[in-house]
């Protein structure tokens, strides 16, 4: 495929389509897997691996995230007999599996490694719930914690309720285009038989459900589930021999941040969130280049909602397909605030 | 040794290797707000941190600061997760800028402290109180005490100064 003319392949970024996504792996989206996280995790690295038509011997790199909620690459590694080049779990979540694939297409080209899976496996209702029920909620507050929990601000829904809110004084943001935000993903897990829930929702029916934190209602909040996924990351030239088509990566971000990751609210617009640092790196062009290298914080904040966060919902967290994406994830931030059902549905189909 | 307290039935830990926040915390507990001033560059911040995050310069003093501001933005929960809020339902979290070094290093930032929107005594306010609080609002510190040696700071609608005519509140209402 061409590239569009203000690429910037200069870029010491700009490794496009040399690497790719040959294998994916899920275990079944349960509520209850009645098994461990180890025992999640094997099973989707195993059907990656599967997936991708490689044997055990042919992929030498393992990576995982995890918030002391789940196993590491070493057990997963040993239970399915693969002799590993390199391994690392890191700590943390958010964007972790699009900087994970980033990490693996580093070492790759670093030559460290030939074929890498990267693994999250979690239970993630039955037993470590994101949203912090149960004895994560009742747990003392200590240290900086007493600047956020002290003040029953904990769940990811909580903390970036307010930058939401500020969004909509900000730009005059709707609910029913927050609300739209749901709408289109119960669309997309219409169309999918693994989903969990499957149900459509409209805008209506969204801003109908009980408000959790405002702005967010129950259904804007994620789904929790059991499941482990996977995915093998390997050089271009050796998908060409794996079983699928190749899903070629043309660019990647994750982790990216704001400054004051810790307290982003500190800096800058609050509106203002990491998808605004993560475009200039996920499409590196001469002008973004520059206002990268010459001005960190913008002082004319793009109206991007908090849709485009690497850290909103686990519901985002699941539907970003920026890592293997030709188009735009969301075309809301591309300057059109008006029609963001369209963008974000642009690739939407439903044949039956 | 540290610092344990209790507050609204949930357990308040502060250990000793914790320098700046206990020397936060100790100031709160004597109902005084204390930030680190910079004695480099010459700002303020917060929360409290071992450098300062606009300069890097690890050398600062605790001053007094006028807490005093206007919501910049909040949410309103009234699904708690924490068991120790759940019979408080609904409370606001407040992110308040601060008038003092408000615009400061750029217009985009200022001084933005965090707490519930309380009476004047410091006690999760009541959801008549609740429904007229929004983005615009002026407020003032108070502190809800934990125990010896900590309170925590809130934050109480500002009866001295001139509030906005209609503060935003969320549309959906």
Not at chain 1, 167 to 195: C, F, L, W
Not at chain 1, 292 to 305: C, E, G, N, R
Not at chain 2, 131 to 145: C, E, N
Request: hydrophobic share 35%; proline share 7%; net charge positive.
């Amino acid at each position: 495929m061409p590239m569009p003319a203000e690429t910037d392949t200069t870029s010491p970024k700009y490794l496009r389509d040399k690497y790719a996504i040959v294998g994916v792996g899920e275990t079944t989206y349960t509520r209850g897997s009645g098994i461990t996280t180890r025992a999640l995790g094997t099973w989707a690295v195993r059907n990656a691996i599967e997936d991708a038509g490689l044997k055990a011997s042919d992929v030498d790199g393992m990576l995982s995230y995890q918030s002391g909620d789940s196993t590491f690459s070493t057990f997963i590694a040993g239970d399915l007999g693969l002799r590993l080049n390199f391994y690392m779990d890191v700590f943390g979540g958010g964007s972790s599996t699009e900087a994970l694939v980033g990490m693996a297409i580093g070492l790759m080209e670093a030559g460290m490694c030939k074929a890498v899976v990267i693994f999250r496996a979690m239970n993630g209702f039955s037993q470590v719930r994101i949203g912090g029920t149960g004895a994560r909620a009742a747990a003392p507050v200590s240290g900086d914690a007493l600047h956020m929990r002290a003040y029953g601000w904990q769940s990811a829904g909580q903390m970036f309720a307010p930058t939401f809110m500020r969004h909509m004084y900000d730009y005059g943001t709707r609910p029913e285009q927050v609300a739209t935000v749901k709408a289109i993903h119960s669309e997309h897990a219409s169309n999918n038989p693994k989903a969990f829930y499957k149900k459509r929702f409209t805008v209506d029916e969204v801003l109908a459900s009980r408000i959790i934190c405002k702005p967010l209602h129950l259904l804007d909040c994620c789904v929790e589930t059991d499941n482990a996924t996977a995915v093998v990351v390997t050089s271009a030239e050796r998908a060409k021999d794996c079983r699928h088509p190749r899903a070629l990566i043309r660019g990647v971000v994750g982790r990216c941040s704001k400054p004051r990751t810790d307290m982003h609210y500190q800096t800058g617009p609050i509106s203002t969130v990491a998808g605004h640092y993560a475009k200039d790196i996920l499409w590196p062009t001469p002008g973004s280049a520059r206002r990268t290298s010459t001005s960190p914080a913008p002082t004319t904040p793009s109206p991007s909602p908090p849709c485009c966060s690497s850290r909103i919902t686990a519901s985002a967290r699941r539907a970003r397909v920026a890592t293997t994406s030709p188009t735009a994830p969301c075309g809301w931030a591309a300057g059109d605030p008006t029609t963001p059902a369209a963008a974000i549905s642009a690739r939407a189909t439903r044949t039956g | 040794m540290g610092i344990q307290a209790t507050y609204l039935g949930m357990p308040l830990q502060l250990d000793d290797l914790d320098v700046e926040n206990l020397a936060f915390f100790k100031h709160c507990a004597a109902h005084n707000f204390h930030l680190q001033k910079c004695a480099k560059c010459g700002l303020l911040r917060y929360p409290p941190t071992t450098a300062c995050p606009w300069c890097m310069s690890p050398k600062s003093d605790w001053v007094p600061v006028d807490a005093k501001g206007a919501v910049h933005s909040y949410t309103e929960v009234h699904h708690a997760i924490q068991p120790a809020f759940k019979a408080h339902t609904p409370y606001l979290i407040l992110v308040v800028d601060l008038d003092t070094q408000k615009g400061k290093p750029t217009q985009h930032e200022a001084l933005r402290v965090v707490g519930n929107l309380t009476t004047a005594d410091g006690q999760l306010a009541p959801p008549g109180i609740v429904r007229k609080v929004g983005i615009g609002t002026r407020v003032r510190m108070v502190f809800s005490d934990a125990g010896p040696g900590l309170a925590i700071p809130q934050w109480t609608i500002d009866e001295g100064a001139k509030q906005p005519d209609k503060p935003w509140r969320y549309p959906q209402e």
